[in-house]
């Protein structure tokens, strides 16, 4: 095997790895933005489910609330037992609402992350596929080069050599040439 086709055959197994290498980043990065996306979408789910407890104990203190004034003989929906139940209701209305907010990060922050992936495999891809262009632009200059190589040093028919061995030149003879 000469020396060129050594470089082009190098050449493209180093092209080929280096495509499979930017492959396989690239899926990577894509199962990783799936992940992204699937812990996103739960802890949105456990934020939506803290949204639903806060109503529910909301529920269980006005129905406290009311029944305990009531019990008593006090007007549920008056005095004291209505600035309970507005206190509650504002309680339960700002940890609502943070719950929500808290799910609604949660789903974008897992959006975000999932996009910043997509966007490290579609680059790695690229990589890859540029790398393999310039193994096998670097393997066909070796080619070339070797080529040019044994055209200088090849033998003529009739015994002569044709070309310079630039190595067997002195720097006089060099500067002569």
């Given at each position: 095997m000469s020396m060129g086709t050594a470089a082009l055959a190098f050449a493209g197994v180093s092209a080929f790895s280096q495509y499979r290498a930017g492959q396989a980043q690239a899926a990577q990065l894509k199962a990783q933005a799936q992940q992204y996306n699937l812990e996103?979408?739960?802890q949105a789910i456990?934020?939506?489910q803290q949204a639903a407890d806060v109503l529910a104990r909301l529920n269980e203190h006005l129905s406290t609330t009311i029944a305990t004034a009531a019990a008593?003989?006090?007007q549920a929906l008056e005095g004291s037992a209505l600035?309970?139940?507005n206190y509650a209701i504002s309680e339960a209305a700002n940890e609502y609402a943070t719950a929500r907010d808290n799910e609604l990060?949660?789903?974008q922050m897992g959006k975000f992350k999932a996009d910043v992936a997509k966007s490290g495999a579609k680059s790695a891809m690229q990589s890859g596929l540029l790398n393999a262009g310039a193994s096998l632009a670097m393997g066909y200059y070796g080619y070339k080069q070797a080529g040019q190589s044994s055209l200088l040093n090849s033998?003529?028919?009739?015994?002569?050599q044709v070309g310079l061995d630039m190595r067997s030149l002195s720097t006089t003879e060099?500067?002569?040439v």
């Open positions: 996103a979408r739960q456990i934020y939506k008593s003989g006090i600035s309970l139940q990060i949660a789903t033998s003529v028919p009739g015994g002569g060099t500067a002569a």
